[in-house]
């Protein structure tokens, strides 16, 4: 396990409408709540539906207080669209890590959609949170017909070489 | 933990629904509105009695109906609903409640998607009517729970004022076992009490400040407040989700943390700010915490006016902490939001952008008219007021330029507040006539696809009674109701908004057709539930079309 987990872990995933940023970080929020983390995740729902920027914030640890990522404190940024890096790149902590498409062949994905999968599974190495937390998660969030595309996503992202 | 605690990831929103479950309320009523909307989707999900009101005032009339009735009720709405709703909350607090009723108010500071940042903490003093402000799930839950109990004990309606970051958090939950109440509603006469005229509503006011009173002893001994002790040298005051940013910018300080916060636990409050060398009150919006606790005589330092603006995070708390009032950082843009490919709305507003049309607007999906590439929404204000200030317009404006005004709302809005401009239009009629476009896309689209009067569904899509729109307009005497489907006739439609604007009569044009996004849901609540009788059904062509158009938003996308 990651020697991170004794501290509040912060991640924000970020987006536009309809890209799966809020499915993402729902997968997340979940899969760390069966690891036994205390968790919060907070996003902003209404306009956002109508194609604009989306951003989800997900925090887990011993014991979380407030629900947003205060800026430069994120230890993950997931972005899902290039164009919506700029706008987030403030809430990276230094040192902390921006995970984008470009980490994924998306020509070996099942699904082009699975690509917020994708990186969950890029991201699940760092975390401190088993692989069947993910996988339930993963199910939970999926009606059954896409389980398989989105748990070999993630497996696929799982196991990405680290550039 | 107790093998019997249940532990789970809830939003506010569902805690709330959750709790009124658990206590058993007979019924939960609203309108919708983000950031309240899943309350009583999530109600009727999990076997409780929901429905959509046409509107907030309506909503709360129903509760306080089903309170009489010595039941329970939970009544839901934003906190722009509560100024829809303010007529009967106002002397609800003097009739009171035989049963419990909690009104859920959900504020959105920021504006996350309202058209205002009010803080209706000001509505529970105007009112007198208590309120409590849960922090997270957990509290939404223990909260409303609370709430319907107070509001048993003392037979007054209880506001649960929560906020955008409260209603959306996913936080945990955890649950003790409990017995649902068994309430058995019946009626008792109470002329007295019920019946506010004014030899009855003057003793009635008297009794309300008395039981305001007592409740604001309980709250000093009992109530949900809670301290956690620090250093002297700062001592802060907070409430709702703020006190989760000031554990966090604050770990050192000491905190008294507010959970029912009118009638206000004034000596408790005086004692821990007698007890700390600096006593910080840290709210988000107006200052009503520090107006309230000076005026008290509660030596209170205040945030600095620039911290009045939008949602506070642990950033800005630090900030106030130290008093830096020097320019935050702008936020970098991102992308706005648009109307959806394929929107009906998109026709519209390119032929009222190019007819120079001036657009008297509303609250909905079609409020993006107003962004770019149309431009072509000229105001918003609040539910319903498009027909009001058309009519104005057309009042004061020049002939030439009267000539040119529209007023465009869409169907949930229309039922929710435009009907009694249309009453105005038909009582009052410029000299130049008017034209109102009710876009009516077949569902509360904005707020995620509810349905209302107009759809002839229930909030869990089960048919019932529909307004027809044309029947009920006619019935108005207006003289010209058109319906046009807007993507499978555009120049039909250019042609009627052409002709009604040439015209001195007054003009409807409802331009109908399918919200995109809902229309493969409403073919299946069709197929499950086909509505009773509709004398004016879709043409089938648009019903084949809608039911297979592609939705822009991926499968299995929650937003």
């Given at each position: ?163 | ?106 504020d959105?500071p920021g ?6 940042e009010?803080d209706?903490r ?41 906020t955008?970051r ?72 907070t409430s709702g989700v703020n006190?989760?940013h ?36 840290i709210e988000e919006g107006d200052?009503y ?14 945030k600095?006016?620039?911290y009045r603006?939008g949602e506070l995070n642990?950033?800005r ?243």
């Amino acid at each position: 396990m990651n020697p991170m987990s004794d501290r509040v872990i912060n991640i924000v995933v970020a987006g536009l409408g309809g890209q799966g940023v809020l499915k993402a970080s729902d997968i997340l929020t979940e899969a760390a709540f069966a690891a036994g983390w205390d968790v919060k995740k907070a996003d902003v729902h209404g306009m956002s539906q109508r194609g604009g920027s989306v951003r989800s914030d997900v925090r887990f640890g011993p014991r979380v207080f407030s629900p947003m990522v205060t800026a430069g404190e994120a230890d993950f940024l997931v972005v899902l669209a290039e164009d919506q890096v700029e706008p987030h790149r403030d809430v990276l902590r230094p040192g902390g890590t921006l995970l984008m498409p470009d980490r994924i062949a998306a020509d070996r994905l099942p699904n082009r959609r699975s690509i917020n999968v994708a990186l969950l599974g890029v991201l699940s190495r760092e975390l401190a949170i088993a692989p069947e937390f993910w996988q339930a998660a993963i199910r939970n969030n999926f009606r059954e017909n896409l389980h398989s595309d989105n748990l070999q996503a993630f497996q696929i992202g799982r196991e990405m070489e680290q550039t | 933990m107790d093998t019997a605690t249940k532990r789970l990831l809830l939003s506010g929103n569902e805690a709330v629904a959750l709790a009124a479950l658990d206590y058993g309320v007979a019924l939960g009523t609203g309108y919708p509105g983000t950031p309240s909307t899943e309350i009583l989707e999530y109600l009727s999900a999990h076997g409780g009695r929901a429905q959509w009101a046409p509107n907030e005032k309506v909503a709360l009339e129903v509760g306080l109906g089903v309170a009489m009735a010595s039941a329970a009720v939970l009544v839901t709405m934003k906190h722009v609903g509560l100024n829809v709703a303010a007529d009967p909350l106002f002397t609800a607090a003097y009739t009171g409640t035989s049963g419990s009723l909690v009104i859920v108010s959900a504020d959105d500071p920021g504006m996350a998607s309202s058209q205002n940042e009010q803080d209706n903490r000001r509505f529970a003093v105007a009112a007198a009517v208590p309120m409590l402000e849960p922090a997270d799930a957990q509290e939404s839950y223990d909260f409303t729970l609370l709430a319907l109990e107070l509001s048993a004990r003392w037979h007054l309606p209880f506001i649960l004022r929560t906020t955008t970051r409260v209603c959306h958090s996913k936080t945990v939950v955890y649950l003790l076992p409990r017995e649902r109440n068994v309430l058995v509603p019946h009626f008792e006469h109470d002329i007295r009490s019920r019946v506010m005229i004014p030899s009855n509503a003057r003793p009635a006011h008297r009794r309300l400040r008395q039981k305001l009173a007592e409740l604001a002893q309980w709250n000093e001994e009992s109530g949900p407040n809670e301290l956690v002790a620090g250093q002297s040298r700062l001592g802060i005051v907070t409430s709702g989700v703020n006190f989760m940013h000031v554990r966090e910018a604050a770990p050192d300080a000491s905190v008294l943390k507010l959970g029912l916060t009118y009638p206000l636990p004034l000596e408790k409050i005086r004692r821990f700010a007698a007890s700390v060398d600096r006593c910080l009150v840290i709210e988000e919006g107006d200052p009503y915490l520090v107006e309230q606790l000076r005026t008290a005589g509660i030596a209170v330092e205040g945030k600095p006016e620039m911290y009045r603006f939008g949602e506070l995070n642990v950033t800005r708390m630090r900030r106030i902490l130290v008093g830096d009032t020097s320019p935050e950082p702008a936020a970098l843009p991102g992308k706005p939001p648009t109307l959806c490919q394929g929107c009906p709305h998109r026709i519209v507003f390119g032929v009222l952008k190019k007819l120079d049309c001036i657009v008297a607007g509303d609250i909905g999906c079609y409020s993006l008219g107003a962004l770019p590439p149309w431009e072509a929404m000229d105001s918003l204000v609040c539910m319903g007021a498009s027909i009001g200030m058309g009519l104005g317009l057309r009042h004061a404006l020049p002939a030439d330029e009267a000539r040119r005004v529209v007023s465009v709302l869409g169907d949930s809005t229309f039922v929710h507040s435009g009907i009694p401009g249309l009453v105005e239009m038909a009582y009052n009629p410029p000299h130049g006539g008017h034209v109102v476009l009710i876009l009516d896309n077949g569902t509360t689209a904005m707020t995620g696809l509810q349905e209302h009067p107009g759809t002839g569904r229930t909030l869990d899509h089960a048919a019932t009674g529909k307004i027809v729109f044309e029947d009920l307009i006619r019935s108005l005497g207006i003289p010209n109701v058109t319906v046009i489907d807007p993507v499978a006739a555009p120049e039909e439609f250019e042609q009627a908004l052409v002709e009604s604007l040439a015209s001195d009569a007054l003009s409807v044009i409802i331009t109908r057709r399918t919200c995109l996004l809902a229309a493969g849901k409403i073919r299946q609540y069709e197929q499950c539930s086909p509505l009773a009788t509709d004398p004016h059904p879709l043409p089938l062509s648009q019903r084949e079309r809608g039911v297979d158009s592609p939705s822009p938003l991926p499968e299995g996308e929650g937003s």
